[in-house]
């Protein structure tokens, strides 16, 4: 396991040193999900050691993930009436808006300046058809991270070891069988990448 202290982030994708980041994240969530962004970064790093990814841009974006997850519903509101282009995003509440409109916040909050990041952060709630990397690892650190306990992990976890491509496919079957199960809106990217990633089976 990689020491914390080691990880350091490039001055052009944050003005802040890890510590200061925990920091920041620590004061913007409470106790139980900021646990479980520190359980994702463990998991992201594993990933990134393991898939030949930045162990620094998988710490950041493991870290930056959740950070809009607690805002109010009238926060986002404020941001969907600023553009029109999120207005399509209104029936899906904050399962969404945390991932697509969050990126926005920690581009202007945090001052995260790293388009990967940034993107990992936008997806990491649907996926999508194109991930990169460090999508993939975002994506599947959140689902499998430690304090996760539903039935499947374990599955997941061990797919996440053998081959990641198949742990996003198996993380988007679920999530959508548990939506439809709820009978929860499916936002269009998480069909679309339903239908790259499992209804093609084309992760190879
Ligand atoms: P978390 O923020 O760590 O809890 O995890 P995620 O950001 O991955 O997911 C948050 C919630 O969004 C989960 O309950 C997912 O099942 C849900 N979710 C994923 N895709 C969609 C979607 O297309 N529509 C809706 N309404 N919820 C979704
Ligand atoms: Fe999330
Ligand atoms: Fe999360």
Redesign the pocket.
Known sequence: MIDLKSITYDKNWIPYTRDELVDKIEKSMSARRFN?VLGVEQSAIELAEKYGCDVNLASLAALVH?YA?ERSDLAFFDLIRANDRFRPLIP??N??W??ILGAELIRYELDVRNEEVLHAVQV???GAPEMSLLDKILFVA??IEPNRKFSGVKTARLLADEDLNAAVAYELKH?LL??IELN????S??LDAYNKWVAHVDYK
């Open positions: 479980h959740d997850k899906f509440g399962n969404i945390h991932s990491h709630t649907t959140d689902y999530t548990h939506l929860q809106p499916v936002y990217l998480t």
